[in-house]
């Protein structure tokens, strides 16, 4: 069974800081890239961050580039991370993890799993 956890979510102060994990199992987590895609109240789902180990390639949307980053540990096995700094209200959104076979993708149809979301909060 293919499941990805993602956690980390809760309230912080605007400028303040959070750090999402998503633990991947079920799947060969080196033949995946890993993306969290977002969704506030009111609005369409968004991908906000990927990384790709097949080629190292990442990819930033432009809102949080310079605050976001994603990146995978050598000392945690098939997880990924998105630290979050500098959060503004307009962060505030559902945080999902999701998994696309070999390369990144912006197309949300073309994702293969997903994991069932945290909620972040930036308060003003």
């Known amino acids: 069974e293919v499941q990805l956890q993602a956690s980390g979510g809760g309230l912080v102060q605007a400028g303040g800081s959070l750090r999402l994990p998503c633990a991947v199992s079920g799947i060969p987590f080196d033949d995946y890239a890993m993306s969290w895609i977002r969704q506030a109240p009111g609005k369409e789902r968004e991908v906000v961050s990927c990384m790709s180990k097949s080629d190292g390639s990442l990819y930033y949307e432009n809102s949080v580039k310079g605050r976001f980053t994603i990146s995978s540990d050598s000392d945690t096995e098939n997880a990924f991370f998105l630290q979050m700094n500098s959060l503004k209200p307009e962060d505030s959104a559902v945080y999902f993890c999701?998994?696309?076979?070999?390369?990144?993708?912006?197309?949300?149809?073309?994702?293969?799993?997903w994991g069932q979301g945290t909620q972040v909060t930036v308060s003003s």
């Open positions: 999701a998994a696309h076979a070999v390369f990144w993708s912006l197309l949300l149809p073309e994702y293969d799993y």
